[in-house]
């Protein structure tokens, strides 16, 4: 994906979610088995499945819970790419963003 690319499908994801993108914020894995489920889900959808990759995954566009996560602060970000490198997203986020497949 080239960086026009990147920006366009941030662009679209930003946008689904402004426009009200209902997405699984809940539950939170709080266990290996719970995140692996949530991975088992992700790797049957066809990889360009954007919005169903941000249902199933929780994306919101803002800190999320008492802690105020966010992308930023996720192990799976990349910071000069705005990047999630989960394999089974792989897809451009806002540092300002959150997911519940958040890790530190």
């Known amino acids: ?9 941030l ?3 930003a946008q689904l979610m402004k426009s ?20 088992d889900e992700l790797r049957k959808l ?9 249902v199933i995954s929780g994306f919101v566009d ?3 819970g008492p ?10 970000y990349l910071v000069h790419r705005e990047w999630c490198d989960l394999p089974e997203l792989a897809v451009p986020v806002d540092a300002d963003w959150w997911c519940r497949l958040w890790r530190i």
């Open 62 to 64: 803002h800190p999320y």
């Open 11 to 13: 662009r679209k994801m």
């Open 20 to 39: 009200g993108l209902e997405t699984q914020t809940e539950p939170f894995p709080e266990t290996e088995k719970e995140f692996a489920a949530i991975l």
């Open 67 to 76: 802690d105020r996560q966010r992308c930023m602060e996720c192990m799976y």
């Open 46 to 54: 066809d990889a360009n499945d954007v919005e169903a990759k941000m």
């Open 1 to 9: 994906m080239n960086n026009e690319q990147q920006h366009a499908l």
